[in-house]
């Protein structure tokens, strides 16, 4: 059984924070929420100090930041006045967490940049794991090409999904959310992103989405520190007590690569942090 989260509401004084390192080819990133219900085991953000001074548990608490949408208004026509914006949401937690079915925080930050003009708002990439995305197709549009949707996918395994990542939407219904937006016409990437134990019938089952693109990244390459931040984490443990040694290796991205090869023309194929750039 799940704890209870712990939710607070906030109310910041700035949102849109200068990208910088891995997201640097942005002018900023956003992120709604403060923490993450899903607590991926893995996550860096889990060695970043917003999660590891605050006490409690990460995935325990999440902090909203509520009735902002007038606030991102002006930041962004501030912020546009220089150059055109590019946006990276999110950085540090997940926009479609189960928090913003109720809040519903992020649509209300997507229909300010979708009101946004071409000069002002450039590009959002928008990063979820969540099927729940799919519940605002409708803004996602609006925006047309200025927006481009990466749903995690790391793996075509619902056990290993539930090793890793048990508080995760299940792998069933993001196949079907990434169908859903192909079909909708919104730009989209799959992000196998950590790669995990996967079957050899991922790239088929990314192919039938209709998706478009696909990027790959691991801990060695996307966490930040070459993967030091994740070993940490006791990742390479919970691989080996699962029999899963091979995989916690720098090469076995290659392994998916290679499949994905044989679905999508190369040019629809990206690794780490180009797969993620506007």
């Not at 229909?111 to 990439?125: G, R, T, Y």
């Not at 070993?231 to 916690?248: F, H, I, P, Q, V």
């Amino acid at each position: 059984m799940s704890r209870q989260k712990s939710i607070k509401v906030t109310a910041p004084k700035r949102l849109l924070l200068p990208a910088s390192g891995f997201l640097s080819g942005y002018t900023h990133t956003l992120n709604p929420y403060v923490g993450c219900a899903f607590a991926c085991s893995y996550c860096y953000v889990r060695e970043m100090p917003v999660a590891k001074f605050r006490g409690s548990p990460w995935g325990d608490w999440v902090d909203v930041k509520a009735n902002t949408a007038s606030l991102l208004s002006r930041e962004l026509k501030r912020a546009g006045r220089k150059k055109p914006v590019t946006v990276f949401m999110s950085s540090a937690t997940d926009p479609y967490q189960p928090e913003e079915f109720r809040a519903c925080l992020t649509r209300s930050w997507l229909e300010v940049m979708a009101a946004s003009p071409p000069e002002e708002l450039a590009f959002v990439m928008v990063q979820t794991r969540s099927p729940l995305v799919t519940r605002d197709i409708d803004v996602l549009r609006r925006l047309g090409p200025r927006v481009r949707v990466s749903l995690t996918i790391e793996t075509d395994m619902e056990s290993v999904r539930k090793l890793f990542t048990p508080a995760a939407p299940p792998i069933a219904a993001r196949f079907a959310a990434l169908r859903r937006l192909a079909e909708a016409g919104v730009p989209t990437q799959a992000a196998v992103s950590p790669v995990l134990p996967c079957s050899d019938g991922l790239a088929d089952r990314l192919a039938e989405t209709g998706v478009d693109r696909v990027v790959i990244d691991d801990y060695f390459m996307g966490d930040g520190s070459q993967g030091r931040r994740t070993e940490r984490l006791g990742m390479r443990e919970l691989y080996r007590a699962n029999g899963y040694d091979a995989w916690y290796d720098r090469g076995a991205y290659l392994r998916v690569r290679e499949q994905l090869a044989r679905r999508f023309e190369a040019q629809r194929i990206r690794v780490s942090q180009k797969g993620f750039m506007p």
